[in-house]
Each structure stands twice: as C-alpha cells, then as structure tokens.
C-alpha cells in the first residue's frame, strides 16, 4: 500500500510519481510513497500562509507554543527505539547512532520550547524625554525546510522547532532517499496538537517540489542542509525573492595533529571524526595534517585502530560502519579513490568495496587512508562524503595554516594539542565555523553553528536561533502632549 503524505494537517496520497525508498543494508524495500506535485505544494503554501496569519498561533503566549513543542519532545522519547529503526532502515546508519539521532531530535525539541519562553523583547537606550522606542520580532511567515539524507530526524528538527517556536508555518522538503523520519514528525506534531496548516511534509524530486516550494512568492525563508551547488542555487532564488536564508553546506575540514598531542586521543578522535556515519557527514575531519615529528608513530597507531572497525549491517550490535546510501553513491566514493590512486596517492587501508556475504547485498565501503598526495589533490579539495581521509604532513605553522585554509569549505576544523594557547591561536586563524579542539565532532543545541566561505550563510542552533525565523520591527511611542510645531 502506497504510504500517505502530509499536506496542510491531512493524509493525503500526493499527486506526484510513487516512489520507493530501500534499505541501504539489503536493497529490500522499506516503503512505497506517491510523492508530492507542484499542486502539492500549491495546497500546502497556501493553508500554511493561512495557518500562520491566524491569531490561534502567531498571538498565543510564548509558553503555549512551547507547550507543543514539549509535548513532541515527550513522544519522541517514548518512542526512540521504533524511530531508530525508521532511520537505520532509510540510510544504513548503525542502530547506535540513529537512537543518538533520534534523542537529538527530543533535546532540540525541548531546547527551543525553552527558548520560545524566555526570548526577551529590547528596549533601546535612548535620551529623549519626548519618545520611547522598543524593538520586537515578527515571525517570517512560510519557512521552506529542505533536508539531507545523512541525519535527517535531527536536520528536520533543528528547522522545524525554531521556525515554529517562532511563530511561523513550516513545510518540510525530506531529502528523497529519506522521508521516513520527516513523515513520523509530522504523526507527532499531530498528535501533540499543532494546528492544522502549520507543518506540512512534502517528499518528492527537488527538481519538483524543491523549485516549487523555495520560488513560490509566499515563502519567506529558505532553510536549506545538503550540497553546495543546491544551496548556491537556493540563494539565487532567494536573492530574486529579496527573502533570507540559512544555508548549512559541504565540507572539507582538516583536522591538525601536533607534535605535543596526546597521540591516543588524537588517533581514537580522528578515526571518530572521519569514519562514524561512514563519513556520510558535511564535518567529517576529511583533512589530516600530522606533525613530521610524530607521523610515524600517529600513523601506526591510527592504522591499527582503523583495522579494528567493524563495518556490517547496522541493526547488528558493535557494527562501526553500516552501509553507504546507496549504490551511486558508494559508486561516486570508489571514483574518487581510483582517481587518488591515478594521482599517485598511496592507498594505505582500505580503497575496494566490500561484497562478502551478506555485504555483496548492500552498497559497504571499508575506512580508507591515502597518503602521498598534496594539498592540491582532488580528494583534498573535493567533499568525498564517504569514509575515505587524506593524510599531509606539516612541520611549519605558517605552511600548515595556509595548507588547512587552502579550500572552498570552511566548516569545521579539529586541532590536537597539549598547548592550549598554541591551540587557540591556531583556533582563531582556521576559517571555519566550528573548531574541535583535543575533541571532535561534539554538538550543543546552545552553541551556533554554520559554515564559513562556500560552506554556508546564516547560523543554526543556540538560543537566538529563533531570531533567525523571525523579523525585526522597532516601535516608537510618543510621550509629548505637544504638537509637532513644524506646520506652524
């Protein structure tokens, strides 16, 4: 049976082609959906531009909007494990790390209701016994949500919470290998009382529902995670429309290893930062520059660590490593690989796909290194977004930072070092939006986060994070009984 779609509060079979989404383990089906038409998206921005103009939301008291959002945040942790398996099911992430996902989403969740009660209001300073000005914030209006494959419960969410809390409507564009995760929100957000109108969940081609959606001229805001040519073409139309953006993109973020590291710590944090979600994720520490004083010794141990994961089938307990997403994607990965190998990059672990057993099934690509190539290599300049890490050394602190700075991206960056004042000034001078230091790829929904250069505009996350869905408005009040005397 074909599986509804959520449109403006009601289930309803979308108008666009049936589309089938698969387990990346096995290639067995998970679930048949008819996709959403441009008349889809028609219906959808239209009861969301009603919905959010209604006084029911947009004027009901901060702790009542919250209140929806606290109630999700319950649902969601009744019901972790069945959610969990909804996403390991869409894109092959290990069980582990879809029950860390789904949490996320509750936290995100409650952090935002927090947030919705406690957002302050300005008042100016000012000199004049004459007025009084005040600033306030207006929600936007329609938020248009357009989410990746690699985490979706959590994208999703950290767009849906603060839009909403906010006081705006959301429609929400699933990444189309993916829609599970957003389709089980939208179930919740219904039974936790969200009125009718204000979310709406659209799975379909972006080419369809993505152009539809972000050029409609009653969107207000596009909200987009996923590629940097997507998003490039996201902000041209939303520089047409003279509307905002928050655009969350790729990654090629190195991550520094110095001669005084901890070297256990470096290499555990390393293998983290690289080959969790098989590197299907935009900050995976994809560049590694190690210190000539200690590669060696950093290598031999990250080579041993490295042949101690276990890439298998993601419901399996202790698996490392699940699946790629799909098959064209492990076959871009292996591409990039074969053309490291055709640059005289030296495959150090890894490098062919995995088919044994129950792996000739699924589309498995083992934790590769590859060494002996330089900065200006394609694997060091290009998003691979698999689980593939190319090794620099660096005995320079200036080359090094020209060489980690070197590139389109800046997102993340991680630096291992003993000397914290050393780590901070190196912090300070790597052009990315998140730095790790002597950690990696750690979150707080109260910290900002986006990317700097080609990696993204605007920030998601952290307490202000509302204001990112909301307008500015200041207000004058006038306190003089004097006529103005300028018509005298």
């Known amino acids: 049976m074909t599986k509804p779609?959520?449109?403006?509060?009601?289930?309803?079979?979308?108008?666009?082609?049936?589309?089938?989404?698969?387990?990346?383990?096995?290639?067995s089906l998970n679930a048949e959906i008819a996709t959403a038409s441009a008349e889809d998206v028609e219906e959808a921005v239209q009861a969301a531009e009603r919905a959010w103009r209604e006084p029911q939301w947009r004027n009901r008291m901060p702790h009542e909007r919250a209140a929806v959002l606290y109630r999700v945040a319950d649902l969601i942790s009744q019901r972790v494990d069945e959610l969990a398996s909804m996403q390991t099911r869409d894109n092959g992430k290990p069980l582990a790390e879809t029950r860390g996902l789904v949490m996320s989403a509750a936290a995100t969740a409650r952090y935002f209701a927090a947030a919705c009660e406690t957002l302050d209001e300005q008042l100016p300073a000012q000199r004049s016994s004459e007025f009084m000005t005040l600033s306030v914030h207006e929600p936007l209006g329609v938020i248009?949500?357009?989410?990746?494959?690699?985490?979706?419960?959590?994208s999703e969410m950290q767009k849906i919470a603060p839009a909403l809390a906010a006081g705006n409507a959301v429609i929400v564009k699933p990444a189309d290998a993916t829609p599970l995760a957003a389709l089980a929100l939208a179930e919740l957000f219904e039974e936790a009382g969200l009125p009718k109108g204000l979310l709406s969940v659209l799975p379909g081609r972006g080419s369809v529902v993505g152009e539809a959606l972000a050029a409609h001229p009653l969107v207000r805001k596009i909200?987009?995670?996923?590629?940097?040519?997507t998003g490039r073409h996201l902000a041209h139309v939303a520089a047409e429309k003279?509307?905002?953006?928050?655009?969350?993109?790729?990654?090629?973020?190195p991550t520094i290893v110095f001669e005084d590291a901890d070297i256990e710590l470096a290499a555990r944090g390393v293998v983290y930062g690289i080959f969790s979600s098989s590197g299907q994720a935009c900050i995976a520490g994809s560049r590694l520059f190690v210190h000539a004083k200690v590669y060696d010794r950093f290598m031999g141990r990250l080579l041993e660590l490295t042949a101690n994961l276990r890439v298998g089938h993601p419901e399996e307990p202790g698996t490392h490593m699940g699946p790629l997403i799909s098959e064209a994607h492990l076959a871009s990965v292996a591409g990039f690989v074969d053309q490291a190998r055709a640059e005289g990059g030296e495959i150090l672990?890894?490098?062919?796909?995995?088919?044994e057993g129950?792996?000739?099934?699924?589309?498995?690509?083992p934790p590769t290194i590859i060494a002996g190539l330089d900065n200006g290599a394609s694997v060091c300049q290009q998003e691979i977004f698999g689980p593939v890490l190319v090794v620099l050394k660096f005995d320079d602190e200036a080359d090094l930072l020209a060489r980690a700075n070197n590139s389109v991206f800046g997102l993340a960056a991680g630096i291992w070092s003993e000397d914290?004042?050393?780590?901070?000034?190196?912090?300070?001078?790597?052009?990315?939006?998140?730095?790790?230091?002597?950690t990696y790829k750690k979150f707080s929904i109260s910290a900002p986060f986006g990317g700097f250069k080609e990696s993204g505009?605007?920030?998601?996350?952290?307490?202000?994070?509302?204001?990112?869905?909301?307008?500015?408005k200041s207000v004058y009040l006038g306190l003089s009984d004097t006529p103005n005397p300028w018509a005298e």
């Open 358 to 365: 129950h792996m000739a099934q699924g589309s498995y690509y």
């Open 144 to 154: 248009a949500a357009i989410t990746p494959w690699n985490s979706p419960i959590a």
């Open 5 to 27: 779609i959520f449109i403006a509060g009601q289930w309803k079979q979308g108008g666009g082609p049936v589309r089938a989404t698969y387990f990346p383990a096995d290639g």
């Open 223 to 229: 909200s987009f995670t996923g590629g940097t040519g």
């Open 242 to 253: 003279l509307i905002p953006t928050s655009l969350e993109l790729g990654g090629k973020s």
């Open 420 to 438: 914290f004042r050393r780590a901070w000034r190196i912090g300070r001078q790597l052009e990315a939006g998140t730095i790790w230091i002597n």
């Open 349 to 355: 672990c890894g490098g062919t796909r995995l088919a």
């Open 457 to 472: 505009l605007g920030r998601e996350k952290g307490r202000l994070g509302v204001l990112e869905y909301m307008q500015q």
